[in-house]
């Protein structure tokens, strides 16, 4: 019984060769984990030793071995035709009597009775090669019950080793076919069927960012989250604010979950598992709640620092009992791998008519001719560099996804199959459209972009695109001026993050605003007095989670803006509240009935002048609630606040008392309040803002439109606008001037810096401590920052040669 079985309870990671890697790190979890609280369902592993005498044991050795002989491997013509075959001489075999009677000895004891559920599940490993990965390639039977079902899924785990994918996996990594073995593990079922269950990753699966654990989860069994066939969860927790037992959960994201798979009827002779559509007051809930996901990624800390590297994992929750498992974890294999840091960078130049959109992985763009494929059986419609058009994809797609040039499903998430795979191969995909194969025809030209944020976009016809490439690790970073970053959407963070930057210089808050909160804030603050009952209803469906509709709001915004924070963490992130005018905020759900209609709204009730007046107070009030919760709650106190449009001194004043009695009090727990220098008043009175405030950002835009009393949003005199003119020039140097005298940090927001090296070195001379730009000019502007700062170096070099030589004269 020793060579066949080995308990979980007496496995650990070395044991690799003989169990595979994901019955090994379940060993391990058990053995290790369990005595610091997680929870992992007891098992025990039939070995790679118990495989080989079964195939020896009914002489498959040589058959299958001529069947692997005779793959065609020019086109794999034959592959179905040949694991089908390899597939029926193992299910045909017969387990010998001695290791049948190990197998159900083994459960029998383990399990104390003999009709106990389990998970049957594969675990490959590789004959010298211990540490090849073999994830998602063989398959798993859940609530299996009883002897003759367990021996039969056994059975069906061995002849997984020649499904059509896994052939083709072992051939693309040039492993021999008969030096590769299987070990079975078979686990407690969880009883999530009449629970939950999901995945985790302790770094972002997008970008490789390491701050963050991911969850996803779903209701039922598992597999529906595995194989993409629904939308999950999604919860993002921050890594540093967990330790420092803060608010950790940055991000919640519900999911639709419309099906749920669940124990098959007794009466089913055929199948164990059947998926049933989701309750609709299920679809609504969240699968976790608060403490429940925080329990978890403190799980995943423990895991995470017990293996010394990246996981990712698998997690269910038992509906009868209401505990948490963890029943898999293996390294994470896609970003850990990761050195250097290449920067390629993708901007849409040209864009035609939007045939569909959802959700974007990755942020590339690529294009090609769409095919649409009801199922991997029509793979020899398929050509080198197409676009997969399909519902939904499992791993029987995985020998044909390697030939396209991008992936678009109807159905799946950031963790769906189609997700994962399009990630490993670096490919392009556009999941969740719920539309594509209806409005997608077969044979037509198509582009996908997926670098416009979130949302991916699949554009009619072949688009025009940019791609640079940069090496992060030759760019220099300059120490005297401080490049940062311009930023607005969250869902870029992670990515931005990893370009060469001092955090952000401005955070537009507006963005978020608009694109997730959606709603007014005076809305919900007054969301009972509203008479159009279709904003009413509208904001009803938005807010059906949230019993207050202002937390709605709070929680929207605290969550964008915590993203953004824990990306850049714990470099400075300046986030400036609102500057929406008042037509902008007329176009938020419900906001028509709280604005005025202004003739000029660029100069008119916006920015600071809002915060304390009547008309917008209570919804200032929600925007430094979200900040309050950001900074104290959750721990970001690298987030600083910025006033923009601040007309005179006393508005200044008002606009931070007003703050202060919001929760925001100037220089507690570190907070710092900045004002942008965007109106020449500003610099003007740049001495008596400077006690008001901590420091100026130079709104380059702004300052040059009423210095030289330009709209610029006026196409007519659009030409006279130029942040280079010499009035702007002055009054920009006279800012930074002024500001190094008051000791006062001064940057600059803008696009001039990046274009210009002339006004990079009038900057830098006059003294700035940073400048922000947008992504796309970030290179060229720090490339420009350290050519001037070049320059004055070796001018100051110069002049020290030119002096001594005159002394020695």
């Known amino acids: 019984m020793e060579r066949f079985i080995k308990k979980f309870s007496e496995t650990g990671i070395q044991d690799i060769a003989e169990v595979g890697g994901k019955n090994a790190s379940l060993g391990e979890m058990y053995s290790h984990l369990t005595a610091k609280g997680l929870l992992v369902p007891n098992g025990f592993a039939i070995t790679a030793s118990a495989y080989r005498y079964f195939i020896d044991s009914n002489g498959l050795r040589d058959k299958l071995a001529q069947l692997m002989r005779d793959l065609n491997r020019a086109d794999f013509s034959n592959l179905s035709e040949t694991g089908a075959a390899a597939r029926k001489l193992i299910l045909n075999g017969h387990i010998p009597t001695d290791l049948s009677f190990a197998i159900t000895d083994a459960y029998d004891y383990l399990f104390d009775n003999d009709d106990q559920q389990v998970a049957v599940r594969s675990s490959a490993t590789a004959e010298d090669l211990p540490d090849a990965s073999f994830a998602g390639q063989h398959e798993s039977y859940l609530n299996i019950q009883g002897h003759t079902a367990l021996l039969y899924a056994v059975k069906k785990c061995y002849a997984s080793l020649y499904t059509d994918r896994a052939i083709k996996y072992r051939e693309d990594k040039g492993f021999e076919h008969d030096k590769v073995f299987l070990s079975v593990g078979v686990q407690q079922m969880v009883r999530a069927d009449t629970g939950c269950s999901g995945v985790g990753f302790t770094l972002e699966p997008e970008s490789g960012f390491r701050d963050v654990i991911h969850l996803a989860g779903v209701w039922g069994l598992g597999e529906n989250i595995v194989q993409g066939t629904v939308t999950p969860d999604e919860f993002l927790i921050f890594k540093p604010s967990l330790r420092n037992g803060k608010k950790a959960i940055i991000q919640k994201n519900l999911g639709t979950k419309n099906k749920m798979m669940v124990y098959a009827s007794p009466d089913d002779e055929v199948n164990t598992t059947a998926n049933k559509d989701t309750p609709w007051e299920m679809r609504d809930q969240f699968v976790l709640n608060e403490k429940e996901v925080e329990k978890l990624a403190k799980w995943a800390l423990i895991i995470e620092d017990h293996y010394q590297k990246p996981m990712d994992f698998e997690w269910a929750k038992d509906g009868t009992n209401h505990q948490i498992y963890l029943i898999q974890a293996r390294p994470e294999t896609v970003h850990s791998r990761e050195r250097s840091i290449k920067l390629i960078s993708y901007k849409i130049k040209e864009k035609g008519e939007v045939i569909t959109t959802g959700e974007a992985i990755g942020n590339k763009i690529a294009s090609g001719v769409a095919r649409l494929l009801a199922s991997p059986a029509e793979a020899d419609k398929l050509h080198d560099g197409d676009i997969l058009i399909t519902d939904i994809t499992s791993p029987d797609w995985d020998p044909i996804m390697k030939k396209v040039a991008g992936i678009v499903t109807n159905k799946g998430g950031r963790t769906s199959h189609a997700a994962i795979i399009a990630r490993e191969l670096g490919a392009v995909a556009i999941v969740g459209t719920e539309n594509a194969t209806q409005t997608i025809e077969d044979g037509e030209m198509i582009t996908l972009s997926c670098a416009e944020g979130k949302n991916g976009f699949v554009y009619r016809g072949k688009c025009f695109w940019e791609e640079t490439i940069t090496d992060a ?139 304390y007046n009547d008309r917008y107070r209570e919804g200032f009030r929600l925007e430094c609630e979200a900040m309050k919760v950001v900074r104290d709650e959750m721990g970001l106190t690298n987030v600083k606040l910025m006033i923009p449009f601040c007309r ?127 992504p796309d000019a970030l290179i060229n502007g720090i490339n420009n920052i350290n050519e001037v700062l070049k320059n004055e170096r070796q001018e100051e070099i110069h002049h020290e040669l030119t002096g001594l030589k005159n002394l020695v004269m």
């Open 473 to 611: 690790s030759t760019i220099e970073l300059p120490e005297i001026v401080k490049p940062q970053l311009i930023i607005a959407e969250p869902d870029q963070a992670f990515n931005l993050a990893r370009y060469p930057n001092y955090g952000v210089g401005l955070m537009r808050m507006e963005f978020i605003i608009s694109n997730y909160v959606k709603v007014h804030p005076l809305a919900l603050v007054n969301f009972d007095t509203l008479t159009d009952e279709s904003e009413r209803l509208e904001i009803a469906n938005l807010t059906k989670n949230y019993v207050d509709k202002e937390h709605y709001f709070v929680d929207k915004l605290s969550q964008g803006v915590a993203t953004i924070a824990a990306a850049f963490y714990p470099k400075e992130v300046i986030v400036r509240m609102s500057d929406f005018k008042t037509n902008e905020y007329a176009g938020l759900i419900g906001g028509k009935n709280f604005e005025p209609k202004e003739q000029n709204p660029m100069i008119g009730f916006r920015g600071a002048s809002r915060y």
């Open 648 to 774: 005179t001194v006393d508005e200044g004043k008002k606009v931070v008392a007003q703050m202060e009695k919001f929760g925001l009090k100037r220089g507690e727990n570190g907070l710092e309040i900045f004002v942008m220098a965007e109106i020449p008043s500003n610099v003007i009175l740049a001495e008596e803002f400077a006690q008001v405030f901590d420091g100026f950002s130079i709104g380059s835009n702004d300052l040059t439109q009423l210095t030289l009393g330009i709209d610029r949003d006026s196409s007519l005199i659009a030409d006279l606008f130029d942040e280079q003119n010499e009035a702007s020039k002055q009054l920009i140097v006279t800012m930074i001037e002024k500001a190094r005298k008051l000791h006062r940090k001064v940057g600059l927001c803008g696009q001039a810096p990046s274009d210009s090296k002339e006004f990079t070195r009038i900057l830098v001379e006059a003294g700035i401590d940073s400048i922000a730009f947008n």
